[in-house]
């Protein structure tokens, strides 16, 4: 009697889930098609790929790009992030280590001129500097003018000014000169560089000599020399000094007391020194007799 019963409920529930089914259906249909509504079935207990992936579809044999135009084959490799350019830089510390600093402490990336941006003024507005100063009394209007005499703006502008004319002056005079050369030996007279070593050496003569002029003298011997000599004569052309040498004063340093002027002492043979015995001594009478054809030596014969 239990049998029959839950098989008659079990027959009543399978009619009413095709009912229900049946009716379900005809309300999708009903409803109007849209293109972005998948249609597709829970995934109780089934044991597809769809179930194990958990998703509503299964997935066709093109799984990239698209049906109409897939992705090409095959696929590009992504180049690692290595080789795109430099990654995290770890920079060394400005300070560095055991107290060397980073050239970035003393020295500046990009150059700063100096007075950049500041006005060139070459002269001194008292007015402005010191408009403090009282106008009031004989006399206490004038401005202090302590620096005036100082300021050497226009000497130097002056200075500046007579160097270029001074230069453009001589490349004036240098042509004129090469003019004049050209058309007196165009006229038969004196060439080109006619006269010239005698001015040369006229004004080497007159041409006073410099400071380091009279202290070093190049490699040429001095005039002092002594002929067939080592010596190229006094090492020093002060004209104050008219000694040969060198004075040193009375001061001498460690140098000059030990070794100084040993050069230039007489030697001769050492009193004391390592007499070569088996030299002075081979020949000597008392020593072993050479012979030669029954002859007794006691010397070296000749």
Known sequence: MVTLNLA???????????????????WLRSQPVRETRTRGAMNNNLNKSRA?????????????????????????????PRFHGRQFVANPQKTGSYGAKHPE??????????LEGVPYVDRVKYAEAQPEKPKRGFGTSDYSKRDEFSMDYRTEQYR??????AKHQAIA????????EKELAASGGAGPGAGTADADKTAATRRKPLLYDLVF??????????????????????PTQISWERD??????????????????EHGKPQFARLPIVESTFYRPQGVPISRNNTVFNSRPQ
């Open 8 to 26: 008659r409920r079990n027959s009543a529930g399978e009619k009413t889930k095709t009912c229900n089914k049946r009716r379900r259906d005809i």
């Open 52 to 80: 194990y992936l958990g998703v509503f579809s299964d997935a066709g044999y093109i799984d990239v790009g698209t049906k109409e135009k897939p992705l090409p084959y095959p696929i590009k490799e992504t180049l690692h």
């Open 105 to 114: 402490v003393y020295l500046d990336k990009t150059h700063s001129w100096l």
């Open 160 to 165: 500046e000014a007579l160097k270029s004319e």
């Open 173 to 180: 005079s240098e042509k004129a000169k090469a003019a004049m």
């Open 217 to 238: 003298d190049g490699e040429d011997a001095y005039p002092t020399a002594v002929r067939d000599s080592m010596i190229e004569g006094r090492d020093s052309k002060n």
């Open 248 to 265: 040193f004063g009375a001061m001498r340093t460690s140098a000059h007391a030990i070794g100084h002027g040993i050069d230039q002492a």
